[in-house]
């Protein structure tokens, strides 16, 4: 199911692959790859950063910033077929650690060039931290189109354990929308049988979103297989989740709109889609109360500790980053 109002992380990213990773040496950009020395040789080649060498594809370890954990074998196959046929155009990217070598970016093409029977694949040498490194990776995979949002979700947040950043941080340093991170790792507040909805294309990103605001799992279990069933679009299933929040609110029906306001009926309907802005903002259910003369309340509500922690540091972020840009 597509998803028309969700913008694309790419779209928004403020700088690319390249900008992270640099220029690669001369002569790389198309065609044949010149290689200073042969492995063999290579003992006397000063392997600086940006240096073009030759590598053996077993001495070259797996990035463990990857999200990515299943490639397509039919993918790899083909690309293989493509390397047999014209050569790698683009090298890989690796950095060294100790006497072997680690994938920062092209793990595809180092696997295509193994299954094509390759002892050698030309890599550029990258001199990168811990922390360059994982957000190398992350900007590949944004750019990644055929990268699942879960996948997305779990490379954030591991950078954010594994280096104690703060969403705010992590979207500076990779120039994106703090929204861009914020909304991926959502998703991985919803339950696990709903995650896989996601993964295998029942639902898309926007759905999940949507159903955060349910808070309970059973229930956001329930209404993600009634959108798999019923194939709803994003916007139905907002209507259906502010529905179900409203009516869990008033299950009998009991409340009445404010006396005195104008057009009774309909009191409401100007507050719904407010509403639902809140709600995929926060990624919890949000409620908007009108009285008279303009005076109101907004509820946010959170069914955990970890909820409300949550929502504590967004809503303060948030402000901080209001202070700044005033």
Same mark, same amino acid.
């Given at each position: 199911?597509?998803?028309?109002?969700?913008?694309?992380?790419?779209?928004?990213?403020?700088?690319?692959?390249?900008?992270? @990773?640099?220029?690669?040496?001369?002569?790389?950009?198309?065609?044949?790859?010149?290689?200073?020395? $042969?492995?063999?040789?290579?003992?006397?080649?000063?392997?600086?950063?940006?240096?073009?060498?030759?590598?053996?594809?077993?001495?070259?370890?797996?990035?463990?910033?990857?999200?990515?954990?299943?490639?397509?074998?039919?993918?790899?196959?083909?690309?293989?077929?493509? @390397?047999?046929?014209? #050569?790698?155009?683009? $090298?890989?990217?690796?950095?060294?650690?100790?006497?072997?070598?680690?994938?920062?970016?092209?793990?595809?093409?180092?696997? *295509?060039?193994?299954?094509? #029977?390759?002892?050698?694949?030309? /890599?550029?040498?990258?001199? *990168?931290?811990?922390?360059?490194?994982?957000?190398?990776?992350?900007?590949?995979?944004?750019?990644?189109?055929?990268?699942?949002?879960?996948?997305?979700?779990?490379?954030?947040?591991?950078?954010?354990?594994?280096?104690? *950043?703060?969403?705010?941080?992590?979207?500076?340093?990779?120039?994106?929308?703090?929204?861009?991170?914020?909304?991926?790792?959502? @998703?991985?507040?919803?339950?696990?049988?709903?995650?896989?909805?996601?993964?295998?294309?029942?639902?898309?990103?926007?759905?999940?979103?949507? @159903?955060?605001?349910?808070?309970?799992?059973?229930?956001?279990?329930?209404?993600?297989?009634?959108?798999?069933?019923?194939?709803?679009?994003?916007?139905?299933?907002?209507?259906?989740? /502010?529905?179900?929040?409203?009516?869990?609110?008033?299950?009998? #029906?009991?409340?009445?709109?404010?006396?005195?306001?104008?057009?009774?009926?309909?009191?409401?309907?100007?507050?719904?889609?407010?509403?639902?802005?809140?709600?995929?903002?926060?990624?919890?259910?949000?409620?908007?109360?009108?009285? /008279?003369?303009?005076?109101?309340?907004?509820?946010?509500?959170?069914?955990?500790?970890?909820?409300?922690?949550?929502?504590?540091?967004?809503?303060?972020?948030?402000?901080?980053?209001?202070?700044?840009?005033?």
């Amino acid at each position: 199911m597509s998803e028309s109002q969700d913008k694309s992380p790419e779209r928004r990213l403020g700088r690319g692959l390249e900008a992270l @990773l640099g220029e690669v040496a001369a002569g790389t950009q198309s065609g044949s790859l010149p290689v200073q020395k $042969p492995v063999a040789d290579r003992g006397a080649v000063t392997e600086g950063d940006g240096t073009l060498i030759q590598v053996n594809v077993y001495q070259i370890d797996t990035n463990p910033y990857q999200p990515r954990t299943e490639f397509d074998p039919d993918e790899i196959t083909s690309l293989a077929e493509s @390397l047999s046929d014209h #050569g790698l155009l683009q $090298p890989i990217v690796v950095r060294k650690e100790g006497d072997r070598y680690q994938l920062i970016s092209g793990e595809r093409r180092w696997r *295509a060039a193994i299954q094509a #029977g390759w002892q050698e694949v030309p /890599a550029t040498v990258r001199e *990168a931290d811990d922390q360059q490194v994982a957000e190398m990776t992350i900007v590949e995979n944004l750019q990644r189109k055929d990268l699942g949002p879960l996948e997305k979700a779990v490379s954030f947040r591991q950078y954010l354990e594994r280096f104690g *950043a703060s969403q705010d941080e992590l979207a500076r340093r990779l120039s994106i929308d703090r929204s861009t991170v914020a909304n991926l790792i959502r @998703l991985l507040e919803l339950p696990l049988a709903v995650q896989e909805l996601i993964r295998d294309g029942s639902l898309s990103a926007g759905h999940g979103r949507a @159903l955060l605001p349910l808070g309970e799992e059973p229930e956001q279990l329930k209404v993600a297989k009634q959108i798999r069933n019923e194939q709803l679009s994003v916007r139905a299933t907002e209507r259906l989740v /502010a529905e179900r929040i409203r009516a869990e609110d008033d299950p009998h #029906g009991l409340e009445q709109p404010e006396t005195g306001s104008p057009s009774q009926g309909s009191s409401r309907d100007h507050l719904v889609p407010l509403e639902q802005k809140l709600r995929r903002a926060l990624g919890t259910s949000v409620d908007i109360r009108e009285a /008279a003369k303009g005076r109101g309340t907004i509820a946010i509500h959170f069914t955990s500790r970890e909820e409300f922690d949550r929502l504590y540091n967004d809503l303060l972020d948030r402000q901080g980053n209001d202070r700044m840009a005033g």
